[in-house]
Protein backbone atom coordinates (compact mmCIF):
# COMPACT_ATOMS: atom_id res chain seq x y z
CA UNK A 1 0.00 0.00 0.00
CA UNK A 2 0.93 3.36 -0.33
CA UNK A 3 0.27 6.80 0.25
CA UNK A 4 -0.46 9.78 -2.39
CA UNK A 5 1.17 13.63 -1.08
CA UNK A 6 -1.03 16.17 -2.12
CA UNK A 7 1.08 19.34 -2.52
CA UNK A 8 0.13 22.20 -1.95
CA UNK A 9 -1.37 21.65 1.72
CA UNK A 10 -3.36 24.99 1.04
CA UNK A 11 -4.38 27.48 -1.60
CA UNK A 12 -5.86 29.91 -1.87
CA UNK A 13 -7.29 31.55 -5.00
CA UNK A 14 -9.74 34.17 -6.69
CA UNK A 15 -13.01 32.85 -8.13
CA UNK A 16 -13.00 32.55 -11.57
CA UNK A 17 -8.89 31.44 -11.46
CA UNK A 18 -7.87 28.36 -12.18
CA UNK A 19 -6.35 25.94 -9.43
CA UNK A 20 -3.50 23.22 -9.65
CA UNK A 21 -2.83 20.65 -7.18
CA UNK A 22 -0.06 17.60 -7.25
CA UNK A 23 0.17 14.49 -6.19
CA UNK A 24 3.25 12.62 -6.00
CA UNK A 25 3.69 8.60 -4.56
CA UNK A 26 6.52 6.11 -4.68
CA UNK A 27 5.82 2.93 -6.31
CA UNK A 28 3.72 1.53 -9.32
CA UNK A 29 0.02 2.16 -9.63
CA UNK A 30 -2.45 0.60 -11.71
CA UNK A 31 -4.85 3.52 -11.82
CA UNK A 32 -4.62 6.74 -9.25
CA UNK A 33 -8.03 8.36 -8.26
CA UNK A 34 -9.21 12.12 -7.07
CA UNK A 35 -11.65 12.91 -4.50
CA UNK A 36 -13.05 15.72 -2.71
CA UNK A 37 -14.39 16.39 0.49
CA UNK A 38 -16.62 19.01 1.49
CA UNK A 39 -16.06 20.56 4.97
CA UNK A 40 -17.01 17.71 7.42
CA UNK A 41 -18.84 15.33 4.87
CA UNK A 42 -17.65 12.22 3.07
CA UNK A 43 -15.33 12.51 0.27
CA UNK A 44 -16.73 12.64 -3.34
CA UNK A 45 -14.80 11.19 -6.11
CA UNK A 46 -14.24 12.99 -9.09
CA UNK A 47 -11.61 11.39 -11.61
CA UNK A 48 -10.05 7.83 -11.88
CA UNK A 49 -7.02 7.92 -14.21
CA UNK A 50 -5.37 4.78 -15.27
CA UNK A 51 -1.81 3.91 -15.39
CA UNK A 52 -1.87 3.73 -19.23
CA UNK A 53 -3.68 6.97 -19.93
CA UNK A 54 -1.49 10.23 -19.55
CA UNK A 55 -4.73 13.07 -19.22
CA UNK A 56 -8.31 12.86 -18.35
CA UNK A 57 -11.15 15.38 -18.42
CA UNK A 58 -14.31 15.83 -16.76
CA UNK A 59 -16.52 18.82 -17.25
CA UNK A 60 -14.02 22.09 -15.25
CA UNK A 61 -11.39 18.77 -13.97
CA UNK A 62 -8.36 17.80 -16.16
CA UNK A 63 -5.98 15.66 -14.17
CA UNK A 64 -2.67 14.28 -15.94
CA UNK A 65 -0.70 11.22 -15.03
CA UNK A 66 3.28 11.00 -15.81
CA UNK A 67 4.20 7.35 -14.59
CA UNK A 68 8.05 8.10 -15.23
CA UNK A 69 7.74 11.07 -12.40
CA UNK A 70 5.66 9.15 -10.61
CA UNK A 71 3.27 12.65 -9.97
CA UNK A 72 -0.26 13.81 -10.93
CA UNK A 73 -1.84 17.11 -11.06
CA UNK A 74 -5.75 18.29 -10.70
CA UNK A 75 -6.86 21.56 -12.51
CA UNK A 76 -9.71 23.05 -12.30
CA UNK A 77 -10.49 25.89 -14.04
CA UNK A 78 -12.96 28.70 -14.09
CA UNK A 79 -12.74 27.89 -10.08
CA UNK A 80 -15.96 28.94 -8.11
CA UNK A 81 -16.54 29.25 -4.29
CA UNK A 82 -18.25 25.72 -4.18
CA UNK A 83 -15.18 24.03 -5.44
CA UNK A 84 -13.99 25.13 -2.08
CA UNK A 85 -13.03 22.03 0.21
CA UNK A 86 -10.26 19.36 0.52
CA UNK A 87 -8.82 17.69 -2.10
CA UNK A 88 -7.19 14.11 -1.77
CA UNK A 89 -5.40 11.58 -4.22
CA UNK A 90 -5.04 8.07 -4.00
CA UNK A 91 -2.66 6.50 -5.71
CA UNK A 92 -3.25 2.51 -5.88
CA UNK A 93 -2.24 -1.19 -7.32
CA UNK A 94 -4.70 -3.81 -7.65
CA UNK A 95 -5.58 -5.65 -4.05
CA UNK A 96 -3.76 -2.58 -2.19
CA UNK A 97 -6.37 -0.53 0.64
CA UNK A 98 -6.94 2.88 -0.45
CA UNK A 99 -3.68 5.12 2.27
CA UNK A 100 -5.49 9.08 1.53
CA UNK A 101 -2.61 11.79 2.20
CA UNK A 102 -3.00 14.77 4.18
CA UNK A 103 -4.96 16.57 1.26
CA UNK A 104 -5.17 19.84 -0.78
CA UNK A 105 -7.37 22.38 1.35
CA UNK A 106 -8.85 24.77 -1.17
CA UNK A 107 -10.22 28.21 -0.60
CA UNK A 108 -11.97 30.10 -3.51
CA UNK A 109 -12.08 33.69 -2.69
CA UNK A 110 -15.04 35.69 -3.65
CA UNK B 1 -30.05 4.66 -6.77
CA UNK B 2 -29.64 5.90 -2.91
CA UNK B 3 -26.27 6.35 -1.78
CA UNK B 4 -24.33 5.31 1.35
CA UNK B 5 -26.01 5.97 4.40
CA UNK B 6 -24.67 5.96 7.82
CA UNK B 7 -26.46 6.00 11.31
CA UNK B 8 -26.31 7.44 13.36
CA UNK B 9 -25.14 11.29 11.94
CA UNK B 10 -23.80 11.96 15.46
CA UNK B 11 -23.44 10.19 18.62
CA UNK B 12 -21.62 11.40 22.46
CA UNK B 13 -20.18 8.81 23.98
CA UNK B 14 -18.12 8.76 27.42
CA UNK B 15 -14.75 7.22 28.13
CA UNK B 16 -14.53 3.26 28.80
CA UNK B 17 -18.12 3.02 26.57
CA UNK B 18 -18.52 1.00 23.27
CA UNK B 19 -20.38 2.04 20.13
CA UNK B 20 -21.54 0.90 17.45
CA UNK B 21 -21.67 2.56 13.97
CA UNK B 22 -24.05 1.20 10.92
CA UNK B 23 -23.58 1.73 7.45
CA UNK B 24 -25.70 0.52 4.66
CA UNK B 25 -23.78 0.33 1.23
CA UNK B 26 -25.44 1.58 -2.68
CA UNK B 27 -27.20 -1.69 -3.91
CA UNK B 28 -25.45 -3.95 -5.24
CA UNK B 29 -22.28 -2.89 -3.90
CA UNK B 30 -20.38 -5.87 -1.84
CA UNK B 31 -17.27 -4.09 -0.75
CA UNK B 32 -17.38 -1.43 2.29
CA UNK B 33 -14.63 0.39 3.45
CA UNK B 34 -14.21 2.46 6.96
CA UNK B 35 -12.02 5.57 7.83
CA UNK B 36 -11.56 7.33 10.84
CA UNK B 37 -10.68 11.18 9.99
CA UNK B 38 -9.21 13.72 12.80
CA UNK B 39 -7.70 17.16 11.94
CA UNK B 40 -4.16 15.35 13.24
CA UNK B 41 -3.72 12.37 11.49
CA UNK B 42 -6.19 13.13 8.16
CA UNK B 43 -7.97 10.11 7.43
CA UNK B 44 -7.08 6.73 7.66
CA UNK B 45 -7.74 3.27 6.77
CA UNK B 46 -9.63 1.17 9.19
CA UNK B 47 -10.61 -2.08 7.26
CA UNK B 48 -12.62 -3.61 4.43
CA UNK B 49 -15.11 -5.98 3.65
CA UNK B 50 -16.17 -8.16 1.02
CA UNK B 51 -19.05 -10.88 1.01
CA UNK B 52 -19.04 -11.15 5.01
CA UNK B 53 -15.10 -11.05 5.06
CA UNK B 54 -12.52 -8.71 5.99
CA UNK B 55 -10.28 -8.40 3.07
CA UNK B 56 -7.97 -5.71 4.27
CA UNK B 57 -6.88 -4.01 7.84
CA UNK B 58 -5.76 -0.70 8.89
CA UNK B 59 -3.02 0.02 11.74
CA UNK B 60 -5.83 0.52 14.48
CA UNK B 61 -6.01 -1.57 18.02
CA UNK B 62 -8.26 -4.38 18.32
CA UNK B 63 -10.55 -2.28 20.06
CA UNK B 64 -11.42 -1.39 16.75
CA UNK B 65 -14.18 -4.39 14.80
CA UNK B 66 -16.34 -4.42 12.38
CA UNK B 67 -18.12 -6.91 10.82
CA UNK B 68 -20.56 -7.37 7.39
CA UNK B 69 -23.64 -8.80 6.41
CA UNK B 70 -25.27 -10.98 3.90
CA UNK B 71 -27.31 -7.68 2.68
CA UNK B 72 -23.41 -5.87 2.53
CA UNK B 73 -24.58 -3.88 5.26
CA UNK B 74 -21.87 -3.09 7.83
CA UNK B 75 -21.19 -2.55 11.52
CA UNK B 76 -18.40 -1.01 13.20
CA UNK B 77 -17.37 -1.31 16.69
CA UNK B 78 -15.57 0.50 19.29
CA UNK B 79 -15.14 -0.98 22.65
CA UNK B 80 -13.01 1.04 25.33
CA UNK B 81 -13.53 4.17 24.06
CA UNK B 82 -10.73 6.63 24.47
CA UNK B 83 -11.06 10.40 24.11
CA UNK B 84 -8.29 10.36 20.62
CA UNK B 85 -11.55 7.98 19.43
CA UNK B 86 -13.51 10.93 18.61
CA UNK B 87 -13.60 11.58 14.96
CA UNK B 88 -15.40 11.75 11.82
CA UNK B 89 -15.90 7.92 10.96
CA UNK B 90 -16.58 7.37 7.26
CA UNK B 91 -17.26 4.07 4.87
CA UNK B 92 -17.49 4.26 1.50
CA UNK B 93 -19.10 1.50 -0.47
CA UNK B 94 -17.96 -0.23 -3.85
CA UNK B 95 -19.02 -2.59 -6.22
CA UNK B 96 -15.50 -5.09 -5.21
CA UNK B 97 -15.53 -7.18 -8.36
CA UNK B 98 -12.12 -6.15 -9.35
CA UNK B 99 -10.33 -8.41 -6.81
CA UNK B 100 -8.80 -5.25 -5.25
CA UNK B 101 -10.71 -2.50 -3.80
CA UNK B 102 -9.14 -0.12 -4.77
CA UNK B 103 -9.24 -0.43 -8.44
CA UNK B 104 -13.02 0.72 -8.13
CA UNK B 105 -14.71 3.78 -7.56
CA UNK B 106 -15.42 4.38 -3.66
CA UNK B 107 -18.14 6.30 -2.49
CA UNK B 108 -18.51 7.55 0.13
CA UNK B 109 -21.43 8.24 3.21
CA UNK B 110 -21.93 11.62 5.02
CA UNK B 111 -19.79 9.95 8.20
CA UNK B 112 -20.90 9.35 11.67
CA UNK B 113 -19.03 12.15 14.14
CA UNK B 114 -18.48 10.46 16.95
CA UNK B 115 -17.31 12.50 20.47
CA UNK B 116 -15.55 10.82 23.20
CA UNK B 117 -15.74 12.73 26.69
Known amino acids: SQQGEEDPQALSIQEGENATMNCSYK?????LQWYRQNSGRGLVHLILIRSNEREKHSGRLRVTLDTSKKSSSLLITASRAADTASYFC??????????FGKGTRLHILP | KAGVTQTPRYLIKTRGQQVTLSCSPISGHRSVSWYQQTPGQGLQFLFE???????NKGNFPGRFSGRQFSNSRSEMNVSTLELGDSALYLC????????????????FGPGTRLTVL
Open chain 1, 90 to 99: APANRDDKII
Open chain 1, 27 to 31: TSINN
Open chain 2, 49 to 55: YFSETQR
Open chain 2, 92 to 107: ASSLGTSGGVVTDTQY
